[in-house]
């Protein structure tokens, strides 16, 4: 399976952007797809994820009603919608994905494919 992560860029404190992710390779049908971030000099963080077949969500604290996660189970595709952007969002996001039942869905460990990482840059 291969991940593409695009949409991310140079932003204003207070924009939007929208990630996107496609999943190319194989029979599609994750069990769950998620994105991370890494800030400058700090380890890879949870930021959301979403189930494939319910789009049940998940979001870490710091980005609840911020961030909105979706998926396009006919284009293989999910999404990150940005909102509300602050400078501590800077960070090279990461998608990934899992085809194994997994809970753990705030942990890199559950995730076996990764996208290449694109980033974001919010000014103040």
């Known amino acids: 399976v291969q991940l593409q992560a695009s949409g991310g860029g140079l932003v204003q404190a207070g924009g939007s952007l929208r990630l996107s992710c496609a999943a190319s390779?194989?029979?599609?049908?994750?069990?769950?797809m998620a994105w991370f971030r890494q800030p400058p000099g700090k380890e890879r963080e949870f930021v959301a994820a979403?189930?494939?077949?319910?789009?049940?969500?998940y979001y870490a604290d710091s980005v609840k009603g911020r961030f909105t996660n979706s998926r396009d189970n006919a284009k293989n595709t999910f999404y990150l919608q940005i909102d509300s952007l602050k400078p501590e969002d800077t960070a090279v996001y990461y998608c990934?994905?899992?085809?194994?039942?997994?809970?753990?869905?705030?942990?890199?460990?559950?995730?076996?494919?990764w996208g290449q990482g694109t980033q974001v840059t919010v000014s103040s």
């Open positions: 390779g194989r029979t599609f049908s994750p069990f769950a």
């Open positions: 979403i189930r494939w077949s319910s789009g049940s969500t």
């Open positions: 990934a994905l899992t085809f194994r039942l997994t809970y753990r869905y705030n942990q890199t460990a559950a995730y076996e494919y």
